[in-house]
C-alpha cells in the first residue's frame, strides 16, 4: 500500500496527524491498529494535545505485535530500537499501509538511530510539521529542546527520555535552540 512518515518537534501535532491520516481507513473493510511505545509514560493511547485520541496497543518492540492488521499508526516512533526499522520493510513488503509519526530530531538536534533506518526505506509522503517556538513565540520551531530547572540539558540524556515531570520540554526556533 503505502508508507507515510510524519515528523516535526513537540508540540507539532504530529500524533494529530497521525490519527487524521489513519482513521479514514477505519471506516473501509480494513483492519486498523495504532500502537505506541511502553516507555510513552505520558498518554494511555495516542493523544494529541488538541484533545484527538486513538486506542492504541502499547509494546517495547513492534516485534511483539501479533495482531492481524491491514492499516498501522505507529506514534512516538523515536522511543522504538532503530532494529524494528527491519519489521516496518517487512509490512511494507506485505503491502500493508504503514503511517509513521515521531522525532526527528533529538533534544541535541541529532536524527534519532531508527529515523535514520525509516528514511532510508523511502517514505512515500514524508510531512514535516512545525510548532510555535517556545521562547520567541514564531511559528517556525523546528527542534526540540530539553531544559532541567529551566536551563537546556545538552548532553547525558539517555534515548528516551519519559515525560514525568523531572524535565520541561520546549519546541524551539533555529534562533532559541541551544546545541552543545
Known sequence: MSFTLIIG?????KSLELIAQATPHEFTQRQVLY???????????????LGVNAKALSVASLSEIALPFDVIGIDEVN???????????TWLKQD????????????????????HRLFQLKP???????AVCDVCKKYRAQFSQILHNHKPVLSGLPLVTPEDGTYEYQARCRDCFVKK
Request: glycine fraction near 6%; hydrophobic fraction near 40%; include cysteine.
Open 9 to 13: 518537534p513537540m508540540k507539532s501535532g
Open 79 to 89: 522511543m522504538f530500537p532503530p532494529e524494528d526499522a527491519s519489521i516496518v520493510e
Open 96 to 115: 500493508k499501509a504503514v503511517f509513521i509519526s515521531g522525532l526527528d530530531l533529538d533534544y541535541r538536534g541529532k536524527m534519532p538511530p531508527i529515523m
Open 35 to 49: 500502537v505506541q511505545p511502553k516507555a510513552n509514560v505520558r498518554d494511555s493511547g495516542i493523544s494529541s494535545r
Open 124 to 130: 512515500d509522503e514524508i510531512i514535516c510539521k512545525i
